[in-house]
């Protein structure tokens, strides 16, 4: 059994990355981002302010999050609905964003997600991974790169899939998000002490994978996993 934290801000293209190694190392992947974004959508759908913290925390009882997972992808069930293709909007994400700093939101999310890599090998995603959700985890990655080439990203994802927005707006919330996620009081966005940084500003997802093996196979062997 392995446990492999992988943090960073939004848009790094952990997502991504953390799919790629799960396939490639035979692992499950989570997407403890998507579990944040459910919430968020299920906030959003009853139209209560993102900020209203006290009405939030009212509704947790009502949510029933589960992973699914087919052929090696997650699927995020919210009350017996896949909300998988619903919760990637940038709507949704200032919604994860606000609901995930409430210590409520994350206690009610954490021993979800430390169940799963309590009984399988997993590589994790999210902003505290390695810090408060697997502080255990064998290896640990915090991947960064530049709030411009992060914002070029997830303005292509985003145009990709018909969301009109334009490439300043994403990057403005590229903004407001990192500060929101490194300076929150409750399990901020910053590495673990032993983490190892991996900077994708310049890398494809290729050479992001690549990179993040070759951290991955100093720190275990993989061919044991």
């Known amino acids: 059994m392995i446990k492999i934290a992988l943090d960073g801000p939004s848009g790094a293209g952990k997502s ?3 799919k790629a190694i799960a396939k490639r190392l035979s692992i499950v992947y989570v997407d ?3 579990l944040y974004r459910s919430i968020g959508l299920y906030i ?4 209560i302010d993102k900020t209203d913290k006290e009405k939030i ?5 009502s949510i029933h999050l589960a992973l699914e997972y087919k052929d090696g992808v997650q699927s995020v069930i919210l009350n017996g609905e896949d909300v998988s293709g619903l919760i990637r909007t940038g709507e949704i994400a200032m919604y994860a964003s606000a609901v995930s700093a409430i210590p409520e939101v994350r206690a009610f999310l954490l021993d979800t997600q430390r169940d799963i890599a309590h009984k399988n090998s997993v590589i994790m995603d999210g902003r505290d991974i390695g810090t408060v959700i697997l502080p255990d985890a064998e290896v640990k990655i915090f991947m960064v790169a530049s709030p411009e ?3 070029k990203r997830r303005y292509l ?3 990709e899939k018909g969301e009109k927005c334009t490439f300043e707006s994403v990057l403005a919330d590229i903004v407001e998000r990192d ?3 490194s300076t929150r009081k409750v399990a901020p966005a910053i590495p673990a002490d032993d983490a190892v940084f991996l900077d994708n500003s310049d890398l494809d997802v290729e050479g992001t994978v690549d990179k993040a093996l070759e951290i991955i196979s100093s720190k275990v062997d993989i061919e044991a996993i």
Do not use: C, F, W, Y
Not at 44 to 47: C, D, E, P, T
């Open 57 to 61: 925390i009212s509704q947790l009882p």
């Open 179 to 181: 500060k929101n996620d």
């Open 16 to 18: 991504t990355v953390a």
């Open 44 to 47: 959003q759908r009853l139209g």
């Open 157 to 159: 994802e985003l145009t």
């Open 149 to 151: 080439a992060r914002a």
């Open 32 to 34: 403890t981002g998507a």
